[in-house]
């Protein structure tokens, strides 16, 4: 693991100057179904991709955080076991003032009763699919993570990172504040977990700048040995453009864990040929619908033609000598 060195930052906006593009506490929504269907807009506006309705529910916790998003991810280690609620933010985030380059992120975990190997939490995507930024709980570690997109020096090319943060362990049935920003303009990703704040500054890696958010996503991914399911919840999210975070100056030791295998596809949405970008050699790569079946199977190849798929959302899981990714698409 390469250690790397973070100066802490709060990750408090200034609210007097802050564009709200989401704000979601559940408590105005049906209990039950967040969606009727797989491929139809749900409550509030939220879409849903993987798995089937029943894991994407509204229900009342029982204290004082009222009505909740419980998302339940499933005991494998496929596409099908993967859970994303999101929403479009592309047209909000273009309409805010010039000067609000930062986006804020913040929102609580419920911990639920942690079983297998997964992650709980929210990403960034870019309009390729691509991850900028995100944070997660691990149920098998019991701590928090980080997501970035970041540039080896002398490199071109962005990979997103598993981020080690600090070793608190959270315990069942808890819940978590956390928080992350990106900043567009100076490439700047921060967090927060609890009371803890931090920037993220490394040497010999650079943050992705000029990226412009398009997609926000509570996501529930599995993890290495997953084998069995697990059920945990998200609320009180408030997404914001600011101009600005306060700063204060301290240290504090982290890990990069793991890469993500970076990968994006184009163009998207995509009437015929998609293309997959990567420095790394392509191994497969698949085509997944809403259900989770595959429904189509390229070999070694950077371009794959789904003319033939009919319209509508799916998933392509891509492995690559560097590892395994998946992109959201849309066929025309």
């Known amino acids: 693991m390469k250690k790397l060195l973070f100066s802490a930052a709060l990750l408090t906006a200034?609210?007097?100057?802050?564009?709200?593009?989401i704000t979601e506490t559940f408590d105005d929504m049906k209990p039950g179904n967040l969606t009727e269907g797989m491929t139809l807009a749900g409550q509030n506006g939220w879409n849903v991709y993987s798995g089937s309705v029943a894991d994407y529910q509204i229900m009342d916790t029982g204290d004082d955080h009222g009505k909740t998003l419980f998302l339940t991810g499933g005991a494998g280690t496929t596409i099908a076991d993967i859970r994303w609620a999101f929403k479009d933010i592309e047209a909000s985030w273009a309409a805010r003032d010039n000067d609000k380059n930062i986006l804020v992120g913040q929102f609580e975990i419920y911990t639920g009763k942690p079983t297998g190997s997964h992650r709980l939490g929210a990403v960034l995507y870019d309009s390729k699919g691509s991850t900028i930024a995100g944070i997660t709980y691990d149920t098998k570690a019991k701590t928090v993570r980080g997501l970035a997109s970041l540039v080896k020096d002398g490199d071109t090319q962005a990979t997103a990172y598993n981020i080690g943060l600090w070793s608190d362990q959270f315990p069942e049935d808890t819940w978590i504040k956390v928080g992350f920003s990106y900043n567009k303009?100076?490439?700047?990703?921060?967090?927060?977990?609890?009371?803890?704040?931090?920037?993220?500054?490394?040497d010999g890696y650079s943050v992705a700048k000029d990226i412009d958010p398009a997609e926000f996503d509570f996501f529930l991914p599995y993890s290495t040995g997953n084998n069995a399911k697990y059920t945990g919840a998200?609320?009180?999210?408030?997404?914001?453009?600011?101009?600005?975070?306060?700063?204060?100056?301290?240290?504090?030791t982290a890990t990069i864990e793991s890469a993500v295998a970076e990968v994006s596809v184009f163009p998207n949405p995509v009437t015929d040929v998609l293309n997959i970008?990567?420095?790394d050699k392509v191994l497969s790569a698949k085509v997944f619908d809403a259900s989770g079946k595959a429904v189509q199977t390229a070999a070694a190849s950077k371009t794959l033609n789904v003319s033939k798929l009919p319209k509508g959302a799916y998933i392509l899981k891509v492995e690559t000598s560097g590892g395994l990714s998946t992109h959201k698409f849309i066929k025309k």
Not at 14 to 21: E, K, P, R, Y
Not at 185 to 198: N, P, S
Request: glycine share 4%; hydrophobic share 45%; aromatic share 4%.
């Open 14 to 21: 200034t609210i007097a100057s802050a564009q709200v593009l």
């Open 185 to 202: 303009t100076d490439g700047e990703i921060a967090y927060r977990v609890g009371d803890k704040q931090t920037l993220l500054q490394i």
């Open 277 to 279: 970008r990567t420095a």
């Open 234 to 252: 998200v609320d009180n999210l408030k997404l914001q453009a600011v101009d600005k975070l306060e700063t204060f100056l301290s240290t504090a």
